[in-house]
């Protein structure tokens, strides 16, 4: 019963992990084997913790793009059945997001400024549009609402929103994962530049590691099913 106690209190405060210190000749490491721990260095194990993942925040453009890949694969998020989390547009991909949600049947919550929303550029169809001041209020809301970030081809908002989730992953106000999908290869050169950043010093390679990149929305849904926290910068 301590054990569980302590597993689910993890879970409730958004830690990526249990780790207990044992013995390797104690008989208590088979228990906690049946219970998900695994041996990680001598006398260690480790239980990561993974949130379920049903509401996803989404990052994307307000613009079309200039390929027709990027508007397929925004459309193709409706297909997993996941809660929607965006900004509330009813343009670019993100207004193709929130319509391909809400015609397959999902649900579908828009975070928007009210600057936004009085020029008319939210999404008329939404499960709930929630209306707050300013840019910087509707990312801590996003982020609050979503076990898990995908940002698809956008701009500089776009980028603004991921860099602000990763930086919370990496100072510890989350442990939620993190994914970009680089379709037609347009992340690429962020990726590349954040290697760049990890071999210069800037950044911890367990961070780079634990960022989802694939080109596709059924592969990232797959890599989310085994991702693993990487912990705060300072463990």
């Known amino acids: ?14 830690l ?4 207990i210190a044992i013995e390797e000749t104690n008989p208590a490491r088979r228990y906690y084997a049946r219970k998900g721990f695994e041996s990680t260095e001598a006398e260690t194990m480790v239980l990561y913790v993974r949130t379920p ?13 200039a390929r027709g ?9 409706a297909d997993r059945g996941i809660e929607l989390v965006y900004g509330g547009g009813g343009v670019g991909l993100m207004g193709a997001v929130g319509t391909a949600v809400v015609d397959a049947g999902g649900v579908a919550y828009g975070v928007m400024p009210r600057e936004l929303v009085d020029r008319e550029m939210a999404h008329p169809r939404l499960t709930r549009l929630e209306v707050v001041e300013s840019m910087a209020e509707r990312k801590t809301r996003m982020e609050e609402l979503a076990d898990a970030f995908i940002a698809l081809p956008g ?3 776009t980028l603004e929103e991921f860099f602000q989730a990763f930086t919370g992953q990496m100072l510890g106000q989350h442990q939620k994962p ?3 999908i680089n379709a037609s290869g347009f992340y690429q050169p962020l990726v590349d530049a954040l290697q760049r950043m990890v071999d210069e010093g800037f950044i911890q390679q367990k961070y780079l590691d ?3 990149v694939e080109s596709t929305i059924d ?8 991702w693993r926290a990487p912990g705060t910068k300072w463990d």
């Open 53 to 65: 993942i049903s509401r996803v925040a989404v990052y994307c453009g307000s613009a079309r793009g």
């Open 16 to 19: 990526p992990g249990v780790r």
């Open 155 to 157: 701009g500089v908002g």
């Open 219 to 226: 592969a990232v849904f797959e890599r989310l099913e085994a």
């Open 178 to 180: 993190l994914a970009l």
């Open 69 to 77: 890949d990027y508007w397929d694969t925004a459309e193709s998020l």
């Open 1 to 14: 019963e301590l054990a569980d106690a302590i597993v689910q209190h993890a879970r409730e405060v958004g």
């Open 210 to 212: 634990s960022l989802i």
